[in-house]
């Protein structure tokens, strides 16, 4: 964000409450440029200053900081809406197409990016934030998380078509309540008009209440079985994709070999592309050839010996328990998981570790997540003695599952990377490398190229 700032003249301060010297990774990327620093503290003098004001994704649209803003008029943005700022001026005819949701937000804005040719991919997304992408693009796909929605409000360009894939308990440590948190996911569709659509999920709890705000674009559903008879949307059947709009029926293709959480991405990623004007017959043909997603069930090593799966974008524990119910079933199945706590429920996922994972098999990463964890697994008497399946780091764990085991590993985390990590992308990189120091190179195709590893689906 500095960077763009200053590539288009802006007289820059930048104030941060870490200090010097824990933002020194930061800083020396910004050396030599001509920027005030506050550092270890926020002034308000700075904001007073300011003709506008820029806040990062960490930064609440309800902390007293923007609240400041606010009592000083000022204009103020995050990264999306100065983004939609930026295309209204710049490039008003463009469209994009938003994505958010508890889970799946990234595989599905990737997936719909392959299908769609020359739309433009960012948002929430690493080396794909929206200061680094080309304005003057046709047409965008945005993942965006209820960070980046916080900011977004009536008289902004809304999503052509808008996306919701799922709502899960997530983000509790922030908003406080599940009502809070689903106001945000809501905003994607707060501008809308008749002309544009929005995609949910027909499986999903949630979706009546996202409906009760009665959205004004044209509604399409998406499920893994049959949709009601007077919805439109795309839809399972056994292996058969269906779409169905006023009441007409059309078999779309059939697909083998996916787990359902990947139908469940697969599925809006199909129906946009479909209504954004792509021909069913292309979209079919680029299924085969849509790209595992870094550290969303990332299998980053396949060999006789070790199975390793790389699910740090798991940061709830409902993403953790999918992960155990796909991959259990895999020989010697040992589980990675901790970190830090985002005000979630962990008995759920206390309940099928003590269901699937051996404690033998249990490799606990530090934090206050850990704590509730272990503590939801002490009530179902799990371990005789937790404290030696609890590490200080990553390494630790892995060298240990190094030197006395072999089989599946699966590291999903369940919860934050606060403390530890940059965030849950930085985390996923450092267990590949250390995939690599103990347990050997990844697999030939993660090698090659980590984007570009298909499903290994079949289609007719």
């Known amino acids: 964000m500095a960077k763009f700032l200053l590539k288009n003249g802006a007289n820059l301060t930048i104030t941060d409450l870490r200090t010097k010297k824990e933002l020194k990774g930061s800083l020396g990327s910004l050396k030599d440029k001509k920027i005030k620093f506050t550092l270890g503290r926020h002034a308000i003098r700075d904001f007073k200053d300011a003709d506008i004001i820029i806040f990062n994704p960490a930064v609440s649209y309800f902390s007293p900081w923007t609240k400041i803003a606010k009592k000083y008029n000022k204009e103020f943005y995050n990264d999306f809406t100065l983004f939609l700022k930026s295309l209204e001026e710049q490039n008003p005819e463009a469209n994009y197409i938003g994505i958010t949701g508890t889970r799946g937000k990234t595989t599905t804005a990737t997936w719909l990016s392959r299908i769609i040719p020359g739309a433009t991919l960012g948002g929430n997304i690493p080396e794909k934030g929206l200061q680094n992408i080309k304005i003057n693009s046709k047409d965008f796909i945005l993942e965006l998380s209820s960070f980046q929605l916080e900011y977004f409000h009536k008289g902004l360009k809304p999503p052509k078509i808008a996306i919701i894939t799922n709502f899960y308990t997530d983000h509790l440590n922030r908003y406080g309540t599940m009502a809070k948190y689903f106001d945000m996911k809501s905003r994607i569709f707060l501008s809308q008009t008749k002309n544009d659509f929005l995609i949910l999920n027909a499986d999903d709890e949630y979706t009546k209440k996202f409906l009760a705000k009665k959205p004004k674009g044209q509604v399409y559903l998406f499920s893994l079985k049959k949709l009601p008879q007077n919805k439109n949307g795309l839809y399972f059947k056994g292996q ?141 008497k799990y371990f005789e003695k937790a404290d030696g399946q609890i590490f200080t780091n990553l390494s630790e764990i892995v060298k240990e599952i190094s030197e006395h085991q072999n089989g599946t590993v699966v590291f999903s985390p369940a919860s934050a990377s606060f403390g530890k990590f940059k965030n849950e992308f930085d985390r996923g990189r450092k267990f590949n490398n250390l995939v690599k120091r103990y347990l050997g190179a990844c697999s030939k195709s993660h090698r090659k190229n980590k984007e570009e590893t298909d499903l290994s689906v079949e289609i007719s």
């Not at 709009?245 to 469940?264: C, M, P, R, Y």
């Not at 299998?299 to 974008?313: C, D, E, G, Q, R």
């Not at 020989?331 to 985002?342: C, E, M, R």
């Not at 033998?360 to 990463?365: I, N, R, T």
Request: glycine letters at 6%; proline letters at 4%; aromatic letters at 8%.
């Open 240 to 380: 058969k994709i269906i779409f169905q709009e006023f009441g007409k029926i059309q078999n779309i293709t059939k697909v083998l070999s996916l787990a359902d959480h990947e139908k469940a991405n697969l599925l809006p990623s199909m129906l946009a592309a479909h209504l954004y004007g792509i021909g069913w017959p292309q979209i079919a043909g680029k299924i085969k050839a849509l790209p595992n997603v870094n550290f969303r069930q990332e299998v980053v090593k396949n060999t006789k010996k070790w199975k390793v799966i790389n699910n740090s974008a798991g940061t709830s524990p409902d993403a953790t328990v999918a992960a155990i119910e796909k991959f259990s079933s895999y020989p010697n199945f040992i589980l990675i998981t901790g970190g830090t706590d985002k005000s979630l429920d962990f008995s759920k996922l206390a309940k099928k570790i003590k269901q699937c994972v051996k404690a033998k098999d249990m490799y606990l990463f530090e934090g206050t997540a850990t704590d509730k964890l272990v503590g939801e697994l002490n009530k179902l």
